[in-house]
């Protein structure tokens, strides 16, 4: 039972355009949550995150969505450049501040950006 | 700036044999934690420690033992390897505390085949 869900495995994007990544859960109890971007052999690097009291959230070109309601978050990367070639995670938390109890991780979308 | 180190990067186990994957991080974390990349499977909770001396479960924590000495180290044993535990294993930490936002540091992985 996947509580965090990315339903696309892989994105192709054109470079300049941008890259919508999507993400659904179904926990009522997650209250935080992040992008995770990961490389091929390294680790994962936090992104972005957004707190369940708000809708949105902007770093640079990084804005992440949060539909409550619909249990539904995004995330939008414009202008998309070629260092953005990654393995994206959507990750939530239900701890107090998050993280106490572990994230739970969607199994990852594969962006692709095309020069 | 060293963050989160994880030893070995790489190791290859025969089914029934036992190690220990070493974690340790110096930016003076109270909690961390291991999570296990499968393909298609995202990033799995194994076990964690929100401080030295106290551990507990994750998602997945059947064939794994832990144990939190110093705040600087978190090592994951396999206690009798089976091919089903092959995969790339996480450390991750963070600052932890109700200001915590969950956002994770993680290492740069040790991929584990066991035969």
């Known amino acids: 039972d996947q509580q965090v869900k990315q339903n696309s495995p892989s994105l192709s994007v054109q470079e300049g355009r941008i890259s919508i990544l999507n993400c659904d859960y179904t926990?009522?109890?997650?209250?935080?949550f992040l992008w995770y971007k990961k490389y091929p052999a390294e680790g994962p690097t936090f992104l972005i995150s957004?707190?369940?009291?708000?809708d949105k959230n902007e770093d640079g070109r990084f804005t992440v969505f949060l539909n409550k309601s619909a249990k539904h978050l995004s995330l939008h990367i414009v202008p998309s450049q070629p260092g953005d070639s990654a393995v994206y995670f959507c990750?939530?938390?239900?701890?107090?501040?998050?993280?106490?109890?572990?994230?739970?991780f969607g199994k990852g979308t594969h962006l692709i950006i095309q020069p | 700036n060293a963050g989160v180190t994880q030893t070995p990067k790489f190791q290859v186990l025969k089914t029934g044999q036992s190690m220990t994957l070493q974690c340790a991080q110096d930016?003076?974390?109270?909690?961390m934690s291991w999570y296990r990349q499968d393909p298609g499977m995202g990033l799995r909770l194994i076990h964690y420690?929100?401080?030295?001396?106290?551990?507990d479960q994750g998602e997945v924590p059947n064939g794994y033992n832990v144990s939190r000495s110093t705040t600087e180290d978190f090592p994951l044993r396999l206690l009798s390897a089976a091919p089903s535990q092959t995969s790339v294993y996480f450390c991750?930490?963070?600052?932890?505390?109700?200001?915590?936002?969950?956002?994770?540091?993680f290492g740069e992985g040790s991929r584990l085949t066991v035969l």
């Open positions: 990750a939530a938390s239900a701890g107090i501040g998050g993280g106490a109890d572990g994230l739970t």
């Open positions: 957004i707190s369940s009291i708000k």
């Open positions: 991750a930490s963070s600052s932890g505390g109700l200001a915590n936002t969950g956002e994770l540091f």
């Open positions: 926990n009522s109890m997650f209250d935080y």
């Open positions: 420690s929100v401080g030295a001396g106290i551990t």
């Open positions: 930016m003076n974390h109270e909690y």
